[in-house]
């Protein structure tokens, strides 16, 4: 649950040091691999429990490859350099036309915020959830403009992406899988015997 708590503190106002919650998010998921393993060690890999397990790995290698091989690629992309705001006069316009929509919304969303720095986060989703939509869409619009994403290219600009939503996949994984343990557990076991902790049998034979 923790990498989940860092996707969440890092999208939210109660993110007061994102290296920290970083370095719990990937200490958590070495540990949970581990912990996972010897839990599976006994189990066949291609089944429904094994899925989840090759899903594990996945993230694991994808996790690795991004902070190895693309660091250098995503650092590229945060540095103060002209070429990152340079557009052509065709765009000019339209993207001055941009800011000042996103200007006039943060004086709604955040009205001390500055629109150069300020980017929205769950507490505007959860308080002004249309609000944030608008702004949100205007800043893809923005980054669109400035061609942030073509600059970044397409694997790099989809592997995170791809990251969060196999980690939502894995998440959900698990909590199906605890739950049918616990409380569906004659209908995990089939014919063999329930030889874990459980709450219900329902699902199993009469």
């Known amino acids: 649950m923790t990498p989940l708590l860092f996707s969440l503190a890092k999208r939210s106002s109660f993110s007061v040091s994102p290296p920290r919650w970083f370095a719990a998010h990937v200490l958590a998921s070495m540990a949970g691999f581990v912990f996972i393993s010897l839990h599976v060690a006994a189990g066949r890999l291609f089944s429904t429990p094994g899925i989840l397990y090759l899903l594990l790995l996945f993230l694991i290698f994808q996790g690795i490859v991004a902070r190895v091989f693309l660091s250098q690629q995503f650092s590229r992309q945060f540095g103060s350099r002209e070429s990152s705001f340079t557009v052509t006069h065709a765009t000019r316009r339209e993207l001055a036309e941009v800011i000042a929509s996103k200007t006039l919304l943060l004086t709604r969303l955040e009205p001390q915020a ?10 505007h989703a959860m308080n002004y959830p249309l609000l944030t939509l ?63 902790w459980h709450l219900a049998t329902w699902g199993g034979e009469t």
């Open 114 to 123: 500055s629109e150069a720095l300020f980017s929205p986060n769950l507490r």
């Open 134 to 196: 608008r702004y949100a869409r205007l800043m893809s619009r923005e980054s669109h403009l400035v061609g942030a994403r073509r600059r970044a290219g397409r694997p790099l600009s989809m592997w995170r992406r791809l990251h969060i939503f196999a980690a939502l996949l894995f998440l959900t994984g698990i909590i199906i899988h605890v739950v049918a343990v616990t409380f569906l557990a004659g209908y995990v076991a089939g014919d063999d015997t329930i030889y874990w």
